[in-house]
């Protein structure tokens, strides 16, 4: 049985590739997300990957939440932080209550009370996905704005994953899924 031949080299053919995949799984819908509180800078510039790779409009940074120009995010981002839209705000409810006008439907990506696995949840066409600190998760005076939470379901002994992971697992569901339920 033949595999699926060499790894593709030609950053022309890997550009066509990307091109073709954007064409084909873009959705009209507009997703972004809220990183509230997060300590690690290397988590930022993973985020800034994620966002880009999955066509997110934007990154919202609140409270702690480093930001760019900072150097480790530079590093993990790998220039995805120079395309990427991105803005801050200083306090975590008040990012929220913004996102809330300019329509968004905020969802964490939490276990919490009532939460849902991720792909059980009827995704609107404006979706902001809600990503708490590292440590402490999505706080309750921004968790109490959000419209609903899902989680992953973890199927080892691990209770979570990287906040950066999550969101891409999560994020590429709600960018790819063809249809608002």
Not at 6 to 17: A, D, E, I, W, Y
Request: with cysteine; proline share 5%.
């Amino acid at each position: 049985m033949d595999g699926p031949g060499k790894t593709m080299r030609s950053k022309t053919g890997v550009r066509q590739l990307h091109k073709e995949s954007r064409e084909r799984y873009r959705s009209s819908r507009e997703l972004a997300f809220l990183l509230q509180d997060w300590d690690d800078p290397y988590n930022v510039g993973g985020m800034f990957r994620v966002a880009d790779a999955c066509g997110a409009a934007e990154l919202i940074m609140s409270g702690k939440t480093p930001l760019p120009p900072h150097p480790q995010i530079a590093v993990t981002s790998l220039g995805s932080h120079r395309r990427i839209r991105w803005r801050n705000f200083e306090r975590n409810d008040a990012a929220a209550a913004r996102l809330r006008e300019e329509g968004f439907e905020l969802v964490a990506v939490e276990i919490a009370e009532g939460a849902v696995p991720f792909f059980e949840h009827p995704f609107g066409d404006k979706v902001c996905l809600v990503l708490g600190n590292e440590v402490n998760g999505v706080y309750g005076s921004v968790l109490k704005q959000c419209t609903a939470a899902v989680y992953i379901p973890m199927l080892g002994k691990g209770r979570s994953m990287n906040v950066h992971v999550a969101a891409a697992i999560v994020g590429y569901h709600v960018a790819l899924e063809t249809e608002s339920k």
